[in-house]
């Protein structure tokens, strides 16, 4: 087994666990945010669901310069609204996933770097971003839709098994 079919199974796991989270996105909140300094509903589940699109571009390319001086920032795409948002999602998880599969050990433990403005941001064995940047990210950010989502009543799907709103009524006597 290779490095990245061992990360299949947790892989699944999680994106499991963020399509729940994404098919609760409000079309009506997507605008809101909850301070002036964080981003909306919308631009962080679209964040989320682009995040995993990170996965095979780590395994494709070298490094990434998200703002070279000589040309265009990275854009994300342009999601407006729930149908929009799991569908970029599902095509991220599936391109992911094969590309996990289909990695070879060597592969993954080549160096990748994050550039800005030409300035190296770090440089890291490819496994190592994936882990950390990709993944670990990834449920940061998933984590942060959940408490928006508490913010606008809206009830959080449990991830790691029932949430506060799946809970059952007797299950806190019987701990």
């Known amino acids: 087994m290779t490095i990245g079919q061992s990360l299949l199974p947790e892989f699944e796991q999680e994106m499991q666990n963020t ?11 997507w605008n809101w945010k909850p301070h002036e300094k964080s981003g909306t509903v919308g631009w ?22 998200y703002a070279p001086v000589d040309g265009p920032s990275f854009e ?4 407006t609204n729930r149908r929009e ?17 289909g990695v070879s ?7 990748w770097k994050l550039l800005a403005g030409g300035q ?3 440089t890291m064995p490819r496994v190592a971003c994936i ?16 408490v928006y989502y ?20 007797n299950a806190a006597a019987a701990n």
């Open 105 to 111: 050990d060597a592969e993954m433990m080549k160096n």
């Open 150 to 169: 508490r913010l606008l009543g809206i009830p959080v799907p449990g991830m790691y098994g029932p949430s506060a709103d799946e809970a059952q009524p």
């Open 44 to 65: 962080l589940a679209g964040h989320v669901a682009n995040m995993v699109s990170w996965l095979p571009y780590t395994l494709k390319t070298e490094e990434l310069d």
């Open 131 to 146: 882990r950390g940047m990709v993944l670990n990210h990834h449920i940061h950010h998933r984590a942060q839709l959940t």
């Open 76 to 79: 994300p795409p342009k999601i």
């Open 120 to 122: 190296e941001i770090f």
């Open 19 to 29: 399509r729940k989270l994404l098919e609760r996105c409000p079309d009506d909140r």
């Open 85 to 101: 948002l799991l569908g970029e999602f599902d095509k991220n998880v599936a391109e992911a996933r094969t590309a996990l599969a």
